[in-house]
Each structure stands twice: as structure tokens, then as C-alpha cells.
């Protein structure tokens, strides 16, 4: 099976930073396509960027130039800096990942909550 951990969440003031983790483990053959979604409170989830096994990455136009995705191929990690944090990232991060155990599957982290409050 096929685990994925989120950590680094929590309360932060506006314009503060955070940086989230999250550490894919077990039976992995490879991993394809990472990833960040978010939910807030009576929205839907939505994508906030992802990194594909060689790098590329993509974002939601709304942190362009505040978060940044990146990766650890060796560590099944993948992070997301998030800098001038507003009131509006408030909500819960997941971390998607497209792992190989016999074939491609996407699979999902807890969630972490991010809170945005002076």
C-alpha cells in the first residue's frame, strides 16, 4: 500500500510563510506527477501546483510569485514554500501523488490545516 504524510501546517500571520512536506512511502515502483490541492471552508478543492518526476512545475495563477513547488526524488518528498501567506490560503492542503505500484494511481495525503489570522 501506498502512504502519503502531510506535515508543516498551522497558524500564521499575514505576509508570514510556511513550509509544507509531504513523504510518500511504501510499495513504490516510481512516482510520476506531485502535487498540492487546497480546500477551504464551503469550496471545492482546487489544484495549487504541481512538479513532474523531472521538474517541470505548474501553478494556480493565485500564488503565482508566493509559493513554489519542489521535490525530492530521493526522499519521495515533496514540498511547498508558501511566502506572503494572505487570509485567503486559509484552508486545508493535500498532496496528491501519481505512484506506480503495479500501474499509475493516484493517491492522497490527510490534509493539513492552514490558517491565516492575525
Known amino acids: 500500500q501506498v502512504q502519503l504524510v502531510e506535515s508543516g501546517g498551522g497558524l500564521v500571520q499575514p505576509g508570514g510563510s510556511l513550509k509544507l512536506s509531504c513523504v510518500v512511502s511504501?510499495?513504490?515502483?516510481?512516482?510520476?506527477?506531485m502535487g498540492w490541492y487546497r480546500q477551504a471552508p464551503g469550496k471545492m478543492r482546487e489544484p495549487v501546483a504541481d512538479?513532474?518526476?523531472?521538474?517541470?512545475?505548474g501553478d494556480a495563477d493565485f500564488v503565482k510569485g508566493r509559493f513554489t513547488i519542489s521535490r525530492d526524488n530521493a526522499k519521495n518528498t515533496v514540498y511547498l514554500q508558501m511566502n506572503s501567506l494572505k487570509r485567503e490560503d486559509t484552508a486545508v492542503y493535500y498532496c496528491?501523488?501519481?505512484?506506480?505500484?503495479?500501474?499509475?494511481?493516484?493517491?492522497w495525503g490527510q490534509g493539513t490545516q492552514v490558517t491565516v489570522s492575525s
Open positions: 496528491k501523488a501519481e505512484v506506480v505500484v503495479v500501474t499509475p494511481d493516484d493517491y
Open positions: 512538479i513532474t518526476s523531472g521538474s517541470v512545475t
Open positions: 511504501g510499495s513504490i515502483v516510481e512516482i510520476y506527477t
